[in-house]
C-alpha cells in the first residue's frame, strides 16, 4: 500500500517554505508513520522524566499503565517492524542503537555490553598502522608499518627498559626529583610546607610570630613536616612544640577496638549505599558481633516490615505491663550507625542492648513468617527455591556470646566517651543533665585520660580471655591498647603534657611518682624536660611590675560539677586563699614545688590559682598559665570553623576574605 500523501500531485508551483516549516511538515511525517505502527498509544505524560541518552534517538509513548520507547531512526527509514522496548529496558535500546544504526553512547554516559564488547576487540586487535596512523593503502606508509612489525622484539625491548632503570638508578632518583616534587606539590599542595607556608602567612599577618607557644594537631604524618618548616623559621625545635588532638587519638584506638586491623582500610572499601550490598554485608559480618549487628540494624532500617514488626513486638509487651509507668512507654527504634564515628556505633550497640529481647524475637518472627510465605501448598514443606533472608540465617545471628561482648564494648566505649565529653567540653557555660556545666576541656586531663582508658582495658583484657569464642572482640582490646600505648609513649616528644600535670597543685610530681612507682626513669626524664623549659623560657625572663597587673581581669568562669570521668580524679574543691603577695627569692620552680599549701589537693580550677598567685611567682605564674592554657583537643577551633562558615551565606561565599572580615 502506498503512502497516500506522497501519491497527491499538486500541479501548481509549490510555494516557498522556510526550513523551520519544512523541519515541522518533516516531523508531522514521521510521527503519522510512527502512529499508523502503534494505534491506541499517545505521546507519553512522562516524557520529560528521561534522563537516558537513548531517548534522543527514541520516541516516548504510552498506552494505559504501558510506556515504550520506539526507534526515531526505523521510522524514518521506513522500518516494517520498527524496534521497539518498554521503558525500563533501556539497556536493549542502546544495544539496538550500537548494533543497528551504528551509534555509540555519547562520552560520559552508560554504554551498551555490545559496545563495550566492540571497544574491547578494537583496542585488542588494533595494529601498529593504527598507532601510528599509518595508511596501508599506501605503499610508502605500507613499507613503514611493515618495517616496525619485522624489527621490533617486545622481549628484547622490555630487557633493555629494565636494564636503563637499573643502571641509572631510577628507583631512587626518581622520587627525590625536584621538578617531580613540584608536581606533587602542585596537585596536592595541602602538605608539609605548603601547610607551613600558610600557617606562617597569617602568623606574620596578624604580627604575632614572637608570640607563639604551642601547636595542637591531629596525627596526619604532614603535621610533622609542617611544624619542622615552622619551627625552622621561627627558632625552635617543632617536636618540642607540638601537641597531639587526643580526641583523634580516642577515635583511632575506638576504631581499632570496634573493627580491629586497618580500620581505615575497612571503612574505604565500604561502599557507602544506603542499601547494604552482598559485598558491605560480608564484610561487616567479618568484624565480629559489632559487624553482625550493624548489618542487622541496616536491614531493618531499610525495610518497613521489619520497623513495624519490631514496633508491634515492643508494642504488645508494653500494653501487658502491670505498671502504669511501662505501660505508657513507647516502642524504640534502632538507630543507625555511619562509618566515620565510633560514637555512632556505641549508640548503636547501646540502644540495641536496651531492645535486645524484642531484636531476637524478631528474627524468630520473621523467619516464621517467611517459612508459612514460601510453604508449599502439596508438601506442606519450604520450596526449596526460596531464599532465606540473610538476617534469618545461623551464621549472622548474634549468639549469647556475641550479646555478651556487645555488653562490655558498650561499657568499655562509654569510658572513651566520658574522657572525650570532658576533654572537648562546648564552649557553653550552662546547667546540663548530670549536673555540670559544658566549658573547655584542660590540658592537664589528657594523662589522666590516657591512665584511665589503659586501666580500664587492662581489666577487660582479663575479662575477655574467659569468653568462650568473641575472638574479634579480644583482638580489639589488645589493638586498641596498642593505640592507646603508641600516642601515649609519644607525648615524650613534648614537655606540654608533664609540664601542664606538673604545675597542677593537687598533683605536682606526686601524681608521677605514685602512678609510675615502677618506673622510676620515666618520672626523671619527664622532670628534666619540664625543668629544661623552665630554666631556658622562663626563669630569667623580664617581668611585669604590679602596677601593670589589673585584678580587673578575671578568667573566665569554669565547672562547677564534675563529669562521670574527673569524678575518678578529683575532690570537690575548697576555696584557697592566695599567700603574701610578696615575690619569692631564688628559683621560684624549685621553691613552689617544695611547697605545699593545706588547700591544694582540693583545687580544681589551677588557672584561677595561679592567676592569684602571679605576684608571688612572676615567672612560674607565666609558665603555668602559658601551659595550662593549651588546648587538649580541636574540638574547639572545629567549633570556630563551624560558626564562621556561617559568616557569608552561601549566595554570597565568592567574598574575598578581606571584605568578610570587614562585616
Known amino acids: 500500500m502506498t503512502d497516500p500523501l506522497e501519491d497527491k500531485v499538486v500541479e501548481t508551483s509549490p510555494p516557498i517554505l522556510s526550513p523551520s516549516t519544512l523541519l515541522a511538515d518533516a516531523q508531522q511525517l514521521q510521527e503519522e508513520r510512527l502512529f499508523r505502527h502503534f494505534r491506541g498509544w499517545l505521546f507519553s505524560e512522562r516524557a520529560k522524566d528521561t534522563s537516558s541518552w537513548t531517548w534522543d534517538y527514541g520516541y516516548d509513548i504510552q498506552r494505559a499503565h504501558e510506556r515504550r520507547w520506539v526507534c526515531k531512526l526505523c521510522i524514518h527509514q521506513r522500518v516494517p517492524q520498527p524496534k521497539n522496548f518498554t521503558h525500563t529496558g533501556l539497556q536493549n535500546a542502546s544495544k539496538h542503537l550500537f548494533k543497528e544504526h551504528h551509534i555509540r553512547a555519547p562520552e560520559g554516559k552508560t554504554k551498551s555490553s555490545t559496545q563495550l564488547k566492540a571497544e574491547s576487540a578494537e583496542k585488542q586487535h588494533r595494529s601498529i598502522a593504527d598507532t601510528l596512523t599509518l595508511d596501508p593503502e599506501k605503499p610508502r606508509e605500507q613499507a613503514m608499518a611493515n618495517s616496525f612489525v619485522k624489527n621490533f622484539d617486545r622481549d628484547h625491548f622490555q630487557r633493555m627498559v629494565m636494564q636503563w632503570i637499573v643502571k641509572s638508578n631510577l628507583s631512587f632518583l626518581t622520587v627525590e626529583d625536584e621538578d617531580l616534587r613540584a608536581i606533587f606539590d602542585y596537585l596536592s599542595p595541602s602538605v608539609g610546607s605548603n601547610i607551613a607556608a600558610q600557617v606562617l602567612d597569617i602568623l606574620t599577618a596578624y604580627q604575632i610570630t614572637e608570640k607563639i607557644g604551642y601547636f595542637t594537631l591531629d596525627n596526619a604524618e604532614n603535621n610533622d613536616t609542617a611544624m619542622g618548616a615552622i619551627g625552622r623559621e621561627l627558632g625552635f625545635t617543632g617536636a618540642s612544640r607540638r601537641g597531639r588532638c587526643f580526641g583523634h587519638t580516642v577515635n583511632l584506638s575506638a576504631k581499632a577496638l570496634l573493627f580491629g586491623k586497618n580500620a581505615s582500610a575497612f571503612e574505604e572499601q565500604l561502599s557507602g549505599a544506603s542499601a547494604l550490598p552482598e559485598a558491605d554485608w560480608e564484610s561487616w559480618r567479618s568484624k565480629g558481633p559489632v559487624g553482625k549487628l550493624h548489618n542487622l540494624v541496616y536491614d531493618i532500617f531499610r525495610s518497613n516490615r521489619l520497623m513495624y514488626l519490631l514496633r508491634d513486638l515492643q508494642q504488645d509487651a508494653i500494653s501487658k505491663a502491670s505498671s502504669l509507668r511501662e505501660r505508657s512507654r513507647k516502642p524504640l527504634t534502632v538507630v543507625r550507625d555511619n562509618n566515620t564515628r565510633w560514637l555512632s556505633q556505641l549508640y548503636m550497640i547501646r540502644r540495641a542492648l536496651k531492645i535486645r529481647p524484642y531484636l531476637i524475637l524478631l528474627v524468630v518472627k520473621y523467619k516464621q513468617e517467611w517459612e508459612d510465605e514460601n510453604r508449599s501448598k502439596r508438601t506442606g514443606q519450604v520450596r526449596k527455591s526460596a531464599k532465606l533472608p540473610r538476617i534469618c540465617e545461623e551464621e549472622n545471628k548474634l549468639t549469647d556470646s556475641d550479646w555478651e561482648a556487645l555488653r562490655c564494648l558498650e561499657e568499655i566505649l562509654t569510658h572513651y566517651e566520658n574522657v572525650v565529653r570532658t576533654l572537648e567540653g562546648d564552649g557553653q557555660v550552662r546547667k546540663r543533665r548530670r549536673g555540670f556545666l559544658g566549658s573547655y576541656g584542660n590540658i592537664w586531663d589528657v594523662i ?40 601515649y609513649s609519644a607525648l615524650d616528644e613534648t614537655p606540654i603534657y608533664y ?23 620515666w618520672v626523671d626524664k619527664a622532670k628534666e624536660m619540664v625543668y629544661r623549659v623552665w630554666r631556658t623560657e622562663y626563669a630569667n625572663s623580664d617581668i611585669l611590675s604590679q602596677a601593670d597587673e589589673s585584678d580587673d581581669q578575671r578568667p573566665a568562669k569554669r565547672r562547677k560539677f ?60 607565666r609558665m603555668a598559665l602559658d601551659f595550662l592554657t593549651i588546648q587538649p583537643m580541636s574540638a574547639e577551633c572545629e567549633r570556630l570553623f563551624s560558626a564562621a562558615g556561617r559568616m557569608a551565606v552561601p549566595s554570597r561565599s565568592l567574598l574575598d576574605a578581606q571584605i568578610i572580615s570587614i562585616c
Request: hydrophobic share 35%.
Open 499 to 521: 609540664a601542664a600535670l606538673a604545675l597542677h597543685p593537687a598533683y605536682k610530681w606526686a601524681y608521677f611518682e605514685h602512678t609510675w612507682d615502677t618506673h622510676p626513669e
Open 448 to 487: 589522666l585520660g590516657f591512665e584511665e582508658l589503659l586501666s580500664k582495658l587492662e581489666q577487660y583484657k582479663l575479662l575477655a580471655a574467659g569468653f568462650p569464642d568473641a575472638e574479634q572482640f579480644r583482638i580489639g582490646i589488645n589493638l586498641a591498647w596498642d593505640k592507646l600505648e603508641k600516642y
Open 562 to 621: 564534675f563529669s562521670p570521668f574527673e569524678a575518678n580524679s578529683r575532690h570537690m574543691p575548697a576555696r584557697y586563699d592566695s599567700s603574701d603577695d610578696e615575690a619569692v627569692k631564688g628559683d621560684e620552680y624549685e621553691t613552689w614545688q617544695g611547697s605545699r599549701e593545706a588547700s591544694d589537693r582540693r583545687v580544681r580550677d589551677p588557672i584561677t590559682y595561679w592567676h592569684e598567685r602571679r605576684l608571688k611567682y612572676p615567672r612560674l605564674s
